[in-house]
């Protein structure tokens, strides 16, 4: 079984710019997660979905920040305009409606804004 | 507002010995907490889990500590191995919600 997979692994765009980034949940996991750990503090929730729904965005630092997951399956994270302070890895996480809380966690995409 | 804070930045230890990793919490709320493990360039690993009724769980080497009054767990990795060498997180939720994490702890093992 595949694992959560994002995309892109790295990203290096200017202040300013656009930047999407993707994440493909396991496979049958409603529940998707986005969180963010900057200049290697803590890891920070950003926000959740159940399905296609948001069931919490409390974590999102502003508007700038705009999440999708269309159709309940892969989700994207757009980020616009990107400011300094956004660069940081995002990570994805899903897990399962019922049972226990284990989410697994995708590779990260690393950002970093100039 | 730190929810969830791990105190010891880093940790070395021995091959062969016990690792001691430990995480305070301030909200009473958390009913569910994990531990993962983190390798450069890459996500956080899954590596054990308790639910707030339970004060103990085992898995292999790993064990997780839960003391409710204290707010406070651990995870004891016992026999360390130098493969154990990463970044572990500590982190809470309430009833299957986001998790909250600590700042990590770097353990490194010696061979």
């Known amino acids: 079984e595949a694992g959560v997979t994002q995309f892109p692994s790295h990203s290096v765009i200017e202040k300013g710019q656009t930047v999407t980034l993707r994440c493909d949940p396991i496979?049958?996991?409603?529940?998707l997660y986005w969180y963010r750990r900057v200049m290697g503090k803590e890891i920070k929730f950003l926000l959740h979905f159940v399905k296609e729904s948001k069931q919490d965005e409390s974590g999102m630092p502003n508007n700038r920040f705009l999440a999708e997951r269309t159709g309940g399956t892969y989700s994207t994270l757009k980020v616009q305009p990107a400011e300094l302070e956004d660069s940081g890895v995002y990570f994805c996480a899903s897990s399962q409606v019922w049972g226990a809380n284990e989410q697994f966690f995708g590779p990260g995409t690393r950002l970093t804004v100039l | 507002d730190q929810q969830v804070k791990q105190n010891s930045p880093s940790l070395s230890v021995q091959e062969g010995r016990i690792s001691i990793l430990n995480c305070d919490y301030t909200n009473s709320m958390f009913d569910y907490f994990l531990w993962y493990k983190k390798y450069p360039a890459e996500g956080p690993t899954f590596l054990i889990s308790?639910?707030?009724?339970?004060d103990k769980n085992e898995d292999g080497r790993f064990t997780v500590f839960l003391n409710k009054s204290a707010k406070h767990l651990s995870l004891h990795i016992v026999p360390s191995q130098p493969g154990d060498s990463a970044v572990y997180f500590c982190a809470a939720s309430v009833s299957y919600g986001k998790l909250t994490f600590g700042q990590g702890t770097i353990l490194t093992v010696h061979p």
């Open positions: 308790i639910s707030s009724i339970k």
């Open positions: 496979s049958g996991h409603d529940n």
